[in-house]
């Protein structure tokens, strides 16, 4: 793409003007610029994206499964057969 000049530049503020009016131009600047600036934040945040924490390093679900089983064997085990727990 080669650059604009001076008389590109004209024509198309000249566009601009004619598109927009006079009186909406400053306005229509600034929301493009807000937009602008919004997306460029937002671009900015895709590269940064890091996980926040570690997952944690508790015991995994196959631990903590097998050590509810135990728990609940050694409780079947104090029972009696009638439901009544053992003097």
Known sequence: MQDLGWAEILIIALVFVLLFGAKKLPETARAVGRSLRIFKAE???LHDDEPAEPPPSGPTLEEQARRLEERAAR??????????AKP
């Open 75 to 84: 409780l079947r085990a104090g029972m009696r057969e009638d439901g009544q």
């Open 43 to 45: 671009a900015g945040r």
